[in-house]
């Protein structure tokens, strides 16, 4: 390679991994029903696009939609009393309840905008209260942004493994820092989605203390192999049971 065309491809490098960095600052923002200041790249509109389009998707991986109306209807009754009841009700995001019919995989998760899943596998082992306690957690990743945040951290990773690969050969170690970055996020995400439960469900009128038991049913449903919580996105569960109480003791006093 010649000695021009290097320094040529070492500026353009620079100049994008700069771009990162400013575009980075200017999309922060604070987020005003946690306090937390993030970097946000998208509007409560386009999180609300992404969700309803993705969601048929995601229902079809799981065996769509589960087929029986009054199960989904006693669903959407909860998830509608915790948001019309709480500081979810503020924001605004078009939440819809869906309850799969996946009858193996004991889950639930929020896409962005306000679309919230739960299979029946895990459906299933819950009391009203506790099905509130996970669907308040869903709801808490809507209100905290998360996936609106991560995508805008998987971007500013991926342009600057971009400015980096285009400078020197070292991509992959770029994009392996994202990666471990967006892990340890995900872990904190699930500690704030579990505190914003814990709100929600007393500010509609359930006894937080059964988010406690839901850790415990996921704990039960592991069967004792789960993953190491440094391994994973979703911290242990004792470590999130100690966290709950907390929450518990600051939003009752």
């Not at 991994?17 to 922060?28: L, P, T, W």
């Not at 948001?83 to 004991?106: K, N, R």
């Not at 709801?139 to 998987?154: D, K, L």
């Amino acid at each position: 390679m010649r000695r021009g065309n290097w320094k040529i491809r070492i500026f353009i490098g620079l100049a994008i991994v700069a771009f990162a960095f400013i575009q980075r600052c200017g999309d922060q923002e604070e987020n005003p029903y946690t306090g937390r200041t993030q970097t946000i790249n998208m509007s409560a509109q386009q999180e609300i696009a992404i969700g309803l389009q993705s969601a048929p998707e995601i229902a079809q991986q799981h065996g769509g939609l589960y087929r029986d109306n009054r199960l989904q209807s006693s669903v959407d009754a909860v998830g509608n009393r915790l948001v019309e009841s709480s500081i979810a009700e503020e924001t605004p995001y078009q939440y819809e309840f869906h309850l799969l019919a996946d009858e193996q995989t004991v889950n639930a998760f929020a896409l962005p905008g306000g679309q919230i899943f739960i299979t029946y596998a895990l459906f299933s082992r819950l009391n009203e209260a506790q099905l509130a306690g996970v669907l308040g957690h869903e709801i808490g990743h809507v209100i905290g942004r998360h996936s609106a945040e991560r995508i805008a951290e998987t971007n500013f990773w991926k342009t600057l493994s971009m400015g980096a690969s285009v400078g020197a050969d070292m991509g992959n170690v770029v994009a392996g820092i994202g990666q471990t970055t967006l892990l340890t996020n995900g872990r904190d995400d699930e500690l704030e989605s579990d505190e914003l439960g814990v709100l929600i469900m007393l500010q509609a009128g359930y006894d937080p203390e059964e988010l406690i038991r839901v850790m415990e049913i996921l704990k039960e449903a592991s069967g004792g192999n789960r993953v190491p919580e440094f391994q994973s996105t979703h911290p242990d569960p004792d470590n999130r049971i100690e966290r709950i109480r907390k929450a518990i003791e600051k939003y009752r006093s």
